[in-house]
């Protein structure tokens, strides 16, 4: 049962982050965001709302599998799990920079690092549980499609 407990704790701590950087992005999504001129591949705005909440779900189960490895790896769990915190407050911080401060060069740096991390994190939770690293191949598949459209709004809204 405990370690359903954590997937669950990890899942909902994942899904809160989802949710409060909602909030900070909701208010431009209406008024700031329309204004922009957006790519030819730019997504419908209805799709992020259940990509993010599928994204979350799956990270925050990989999170709560690596976690329960913790008693066979405890240093290898330890370090995987700093880089699950950093990267999912790096992705809390784009929605800030992007939606809240509408700062598109600080969004667009900001998410090659969060893209980084994110591989990292990946790369650390293979070893430890190959099917939790598998978890997150979608999310470094959107972040990277969100890297080149970030880009991509920067450039046709900057230049």
Do not use: D
Not at 13 to 34: A, D, H, R
Not at 49 to 77: C, D, F, H, R
């Amino acid at each position: 049962m405990k370690k359903y407990l954590r997937i669950l704790y990890c899942i909902t701590v994942c899904l809160t982050v989802g949710f409060l950087s909602g909030k900070i992005t909701q208010s431009s999504i209406n008024t700031w965001y329309p204004t922009l001129i957006k790519p030819i591949f730019n997504p419908p705005n209805w799709i992020f709302a259940p990509v993010w909440t599928m994204l979350y779900i799956l990270m925050g189960t990989a999170a709560g599998l690596i976690w329960n490895e913790m008693e066979s790896q405890t240093k290898e769990v330890k370090n995987a799990l700093k880089y699950f915190v950093f990267q999912l407050a790096l992705n809390a911080l784009w929605s800030y920079l992007f939606f809240g401060l509408q700062n598109l060069l600080l969004a667009s740096i900001e998410i090659i690092l969060l893209l980084l991390v994110i591989f990292e994190c990946y790369k650390l939770f293979k070893p430890i549980n190959p099917k939790a690293s598998y978890m997150l191949i979608p999310y470094l598949a959107w972040v990277s499609f969100a890297t080149l459209l970030t880009f991509s709004i920067y450039y046709l809204n900057n230049f």
